[in-house]
C-alpha cells in the first residue's frame, strides 16, 4: 500500500460547482498537510497548507484534515475555469530539517463554462 | 524573472548518451531537491541536498547522479540515459517555516525524450 492515495480522476465539474477533492495515507505520523495546483505544463505551486488537524479557509478554498481517519480533503466553491488544473496533495511527519515531503499522484480537474 | 529556473525546458536525446539538466534558483533557500513526474506515478523524489556539502539519495536515484556546485545551483546527469527516463522533470527549493512545515518551491520543469 502506498503511503498517500490519491484518485487521479479526471474530474470535470460544470462552473460554479462545488469541488471536493482527497487523499488517504497510511502514515499516523505525518502531522503536515499540503495542498499544491499544477496547471499544465507548468510547475507545482503551493495552494493551501495544514498543521495537524482542523480546517483551513482561503478565499474559495477550504482545506481538511481528520487524522482519526487518515483523510484529508480539498474543497473548492464556485469554481471557476480557472480552477482547471492537477491537484496534488503532500504530507510531511517532521517538523524542521527530518523528512521529505510525500505527494499523492495528483487529481486533475477540468470546470466546463 | 522566476526564482528557480531549469535549462533546458525540452531536452530530445538518445539512448546511451550523458546528459545534464540545471537548476538554478534566485530564493536563496538551502534544500534543493530533484524530481521526476510521470503520468500515473505522481512525483518522485531523485535527489536531495540541504546544503552544499550535503547530497542525498531519493526514492529513485538509480541511473542518475547530481552536483551542487553552489547553493544557487544543482544540477541533474543521466550518465547513460535510457527510454523508461523519459519523463518530466522538476527542480525544486524549499524553506522552513515558522510551524516547521517545509514549503518547496518547483521550477518550470524539463520534459526529456530518450529515444
Not at chain 2, 41 to 70: P, T
Request: proline share 4%.
Amino acid at each position: 500500500q502506498k503511503e498517500v492515495e490519491q484518485d487521479p480522476g479526471p474530474l470535470s465539474v460544470p462552473e460554479g460547482a462545488i469541488v471536493s477533492l482527497n487523499c488517504t495515507y497510511s502514515n499516523s505520523a505525518f502531522q503536515y498537510f499540503m495542498w499544491y495546483r499544477q496547471y499544465s505544463r507548468k510547475g507545482p505551486e503551493l495552494l493551501m497548507y495544514t498543521y495537524s488537524s482542523g480546517n483551513k479557509e482561503d478565499g474559495r478554498f477550504t482545506a481538511q484534515v481528520d487524522k482519526s481517519s487518515k483523510y484529508i480533503s480539498l474543497f473548492i466553491r464556485d469554481s471557476q475555469p480557472s480552477d482547471s488544473a492537477t491537484y496534488l496533495c503532500a504530507m510531511r511527519e517532521y517538523g524542521g530539517s527530518q523528512g521529505n515531503l510525500i505527494f499523492g499522484k495528483g487529481t486533475k480537474l477540468s470546470v466546463k463554462p | 524573472d522566476a526564482d528557480v529556473t531549469q535549462t533546458p525546458r525540452n531536452r530530445i536525446t538518445k539512448t546511451g548518451k550523458r546528459i545534464m539538466l540545471e537548476c538554478s534558483q534566485t530564493k536563496g533557500h538551502d534544500r534543493m531537491y530533484w524530481y521526476r513526474q510521470d503520468p500515473g506515478l505522481g512525483l518522485r523524489l531523485i535527489y536531495y541536498s540541504f546544503d552544499v556539502k550535503d547530497i542525498n539519495k531519493g526514492e529513485i536515484s538509480d541511473g542518475y547522479s547530481v552536483s551542487r556546485q553552489a547553493q544557487a545551483k544543482f544540477s541533474l546527469s543521466l550518465e547513460s540515459a535510457i527510454p523508461n527516463q523519459t519523463a518530466l522533470y522538476f527542480c525544486a527549493t524549499s524553506e522552513l517555516g515558522q510551524q516547521g512545515e517545509q514549503t518547496q518551491y518547483f521550477g518550470p520543469g524539463t520534459r526529456l525524450l530518450v529515444l
